[in-house]
């Protein structure tokens, strides 16, 4: 079910808070529920990842979770890391409305390019067009990846930092960040700030994986192709596999199911 702040935690508690005369919000969380479901919903989908690629995935999940929670609680937000070597591209989709996070990884027909691509669109708020940010960045660090879009994008210095037993943490300098502080401070220091510095508490968010894919929007997603080419998107069966291209869960759908929706959607129309 779809976390939200103002309910019970649920899922992943992130908490943000704010290092008092140093002036940088860190935002930690023990990613660890999150990152069960994850698996729970490779394992559900029967979807198969190396361990090589299972691990980037985790390490970009975490980084976009703990992303999301330092955001507006009404944004939209999704990341494509596209990279040449390995080649793959992770998506991560969050609704900063719901507290809630999904993604997937392409492994096939993913587009050559010179360099890694690091995309952002971010939708302020329901119905405004979306702003995307695109960088590009070398290697195959996910954090890297992400200091660097953070760095020309959003223009202000990150540091993440594994804390370990699947514990992250997001420092993020402010106007008059104490920059030396900032690029000297370790993992024991982000892990318990308070014992040498003044914290804010700023609020806490619950995350949990949820998509919210449905074989009626799965319609309505293919519903174009069927329309212009029923035959090519049939053949000569009943029923086809598709995979949310948000989060590859696989839906089964009928001709009679996709003929239905036509219907119903011409009646409304």
Not at 26 to 35: E, I, K, N, Q
Not at 55 to 82: D, G, Q, V
Request: with cysteine.
């Amino acid at each position: 079910m779809p976390a939200n702040p103002a309910q019970e935690p649920n899922g992943t508690v992130v908490t943000v808070d704010f290092v008092r005369h140093r002036n940088a919000m860190l935002v930690r969380a023990d990613l660890g529920p999150l990152f069960t479901d994850f698996y729970l919903h490779v394992a559900d989908n029967k979807l198969r990842y190396t361990p090589e690629q299972a691990a980037l995935f985790k390490a970009a999940l975490a980084a976009f979770t703990l992303h999301c929670a330092s955001r507006p609680l009404n944004e939209h937000i999704a990341w494509t890391l596209s990279f040449q070597e390995p080649r793959l591209n992770l998506f991560l989709a969050g609704d900063n409305e719901d507290c809630t996070v999904t993604g997937r990884l392409f492994t096939e027909n993913v587009r050559e390019a010179a360099e890694n691509v690091f995309f952002s669109d971010i939708v302020p708020r329901r119905g405004v067009e979306p702003r995307r940010s695109v960088v590009n960045f070398a290697g195959g660090d996910v954090f890297a990846a992400v200091a660097v879009y953070y760095a020309r994008s959003e223009q202000q210095p990150v540091r993440l930092f594994d804390l370990g037993n699947d514990r992250y943490a997001l420092l993020v300098a402010q106007p008059d960040c104490d920059l030396a502080w900032f690029a000297s401070v370790d993992a024991e220091g982000v892990r318990h700030p308070d014992a040498a510095e003044q914290v804010g508490h700023i609020q806490s968010r619950n995350y949990g994986w949820h998509c919210g894919c449905t074989q009626q929007k799965i319609l309505g997603a293919i519903a174009p192709a069927f329309r212009a080419d029923p035959a090519g998107l049939f053949g000569e069966g009943e029923t086809i596999r598709v995979e949310c291209p948000r989060c590859a869960a696989g839906h089964t759908l009928t001709r009679e199911a996709m003929e239905a929706y036509l219907a119903e959607s011409g009646k409304k129309g």
